[in-house]
């Protein structure tokens, strides 16, 4: 059977997109295939806030930031921690090429076509206390003007373009099964025609099959994203020996067509899928009170100040400050063997520091508007938030320690807390306040959070008593882990050729994106330094596909 096209990407999300953007730049022809609709291209992307990270940038600079290509890659490699001689073989060096990609040409690759941002710089998984830890050492987090939709728009118009000219074809409702290999070498898919479908973005489709397809090229992209609606597949990888036990209920925060199959399909071929036990999921998930898909979660985002209690009405330890170290704080979280923790914060704090995850919670971002940036001043008066703080099932809003309590109990009678415990927590953290120095380590990190100014103007309140009346009302927010991210994935070389198990390269596969660990089958290692989604897929998916340029005959 004659190919098609010069190569075929398997999914339609940004990784595949900018690898797309990169083949069409020579005038190659591509097939891309994607089991959704033509309302999810490109992916999970779209719900993202959009944030990058960058290394030195200018918007570093005239903030006073004195960042490094030194710095960021010791962050980097201590929060990795890379400790698998076979499996982070690849992974570690693409970990070095990113850092790389990060303090050099991703700004301007990105800026030549058209992504703008904004002059402030957040600073986001702190880490844990030590210079040789994990966490970011300073402010990394650029936000883009128009989140994930921007980000996606900066590729999927190229492409669309190229499509105009005859370089790429759309396969929507082509479901891969298999990847054909023949004498060694990858040279197309096969699978199911889904029935048509015309839901919106992110809404669950049918299954139904209606056909058959075979699909041949020079080369295969997969480029699917990976495994965070699926919990039966995060829970047959989940790292119990280094977490402990998974929850026995768990919020969804991709949309349910990030399955994973790619995954295992790929490893059926002949790749090598490594690190599926690394996921980077997040704590502070709240039901969404307006989901789109199964088990819709939102990540509430928060800054350093809420007072953050386990199940049982304990103060997490040091170290385990909100938007400090998320793996760690889950470990511990693990350890009540309960499936919710609470922040207990005042209104002021929330008027600062409740932000939420993602495009559809950001429209100040989003929309471009800056009439609605300026409501970040006062986050409660934006609509998503109001709407959050009005509707959500997982918000307690009282007056008193005691009422508030109550409210907590009522929404998980089967562990109550005691309010004796509770206030105690309180009465302890509050006493701390009184002078501008203490022995209590979160507030020495919010007090050093503040002495970067774009936090202390935007996003951090001046540390207060809980129980001072001119804060309040008191907020306590259940939170619930939050699946997000794969961290591991089919294992690549620097040029995205998907390795086999014996080290070998697999002909004619490539891997780029989330299926891949965002290069490599783990760039991350354990843990990341957020922003660093989007850009993984944009450095995995631009690796790709100048290197199947390069490679093609």
Not at 391 to 417: F, K, S
Request: with cysteine; proline share 5%.
């Amino acid at each position: 059977m004659r190919a098609e096209a010069d190569v075929i990407v398997v999914g339609a999300g940004l990784a595949g997109l900018v690898a797309t953007y990169e083949l069409t730049r020579a005038g190659r022809h591509v097939l891309i295939v994607d089991q959704e609709g033509e309302a999810n291209l490109g992916g999970q992307a779209y719900w993202a806030e959009g944030s990058l990270f960058l290394v030195n940038s200018p918007e570093q600079r005239r903030l006073g930031i004195k960042d490094s290509h030194e710095l960021a890659l010791a962050d980097w490699l201590a929060s990795a921690g890379h400790d698998r001689a076979d499996e982070d073989r690849w992974a570690r060096q693409w970990a070095e090429a990113y850092v790389d990609f990060a303090a050099g040409d991703k700004r301007d690759y990105l800026h030549r076509l058209g992504l703008g941002l904004l002059p402030l710089v957040g600073w986001i998984e702190r880490g844990v206390g030590t210079a040789t830890g994990h966490g970011n050492s300073v402010p990394r987090l650029h936000y883009t003007w128009g989140s994930g939709p921007e980000v996606v728009r900066t590729f999927r118009k190229p492409v669309l373009a190229a499509a105009h000219r005859g370089l790429v074809t759309f396969k929507y409702r082509h479901r891969v099964d298999e990847i054909i290999v023949e004498s060694g070498t990858a040279v197309g898919v096969r699978g199911k025609l889904l029935e048509p479908s015309q839901v919106p973005r992110g809404v669950p489709s049918s299954r139904k099959e209606v056909g058959v397809f075979e699909l041949r090229a020079q080369a295969v992209l997969i480029t699917s994203g990976g495994m965070g609606a699926n919990h039966e597949l995060v829970r047959a990888h989940w790292p119990t020996d280094r977490i402990g036990p998974a929850p026995h209920s768990m919020l969804t925060g991709v949309p349910a067509h990030v399955d994973g199959r790619m995954l295992h399909i790929t490893e059926r071929a002949g790749g090598s899928v490594v690190n599926l036990d690394r996921m980077w999921f997040y704590n502070e998930g709240m039901k969404n009170w307006n989901p789109i898909w199964p088990g819709h979660g939102v990540r509430l985002l928060p800054g350093p100040s809420p007072l953050w209690l386990d199940a049982t009405g304990r103060r997490l330890p040091p170290p385990l400050f909100p938007s400090h170290a998320s793996l760690p704080t889950l470990r511990h979280i693990r350890s009540t063997r309960h499936d919710h923790s609470w922040f207990v914060m005042t209104q002021t704090m929330v008027d600062r520091e409740f932000a939420l995850s993602g495009s559809d919670q950001n429209p100040d971002l989003t929309g471009k508007s800056c009439l609605l940036l300026l409501q970040r001043l006062k986050k409660s008066t934006m609509a998503p938030v109001r709407k959050f703080l009005e509707h959500g099932e997982d918000i307690v809003i009282r007056r008193t320690l005691r009422e508030l309590v109550e409210g907590m109990n009522a929404l998980t009678p089967d562990t109550p807390l005691d309010y004796a415990r509770v206030a105690h927590e309180v009465a302890a953290r509050d006493r701390q306040v009184s002078n501008d120095y203490s022995k209590d380590a979160q507030l020495m990190a919010v007090r050093n959070a503040r002495a970067y100014l774009p936090e202390k103007a935007l996003r951090i309140a001046a540390p207060h008593r809980l129980l001072d009346a001119e804060h309040g009302p008191l907020v306590a927010v259940r939170l619930r882990l939050l699946t997000r991210k794969t961290l591991g994935g089919v294992q690549t070389n620097l040029d995205a050729q998907v390795v086999r198990p014996d080290g070998a390269t697999l002909d004619g596969l490539y891997a780029a994106g989330e299926a891949a660990g965002f290069g490599g089958g783990g760039v991350h290692g354990y843990n990341a330094l957020e922003g660093t989604f989007l850009g993984g897929c944009v450095f995995s998916g631009r690796a790709a596909g100048r290197a199947l340029t390069r490679d093609l005959g």
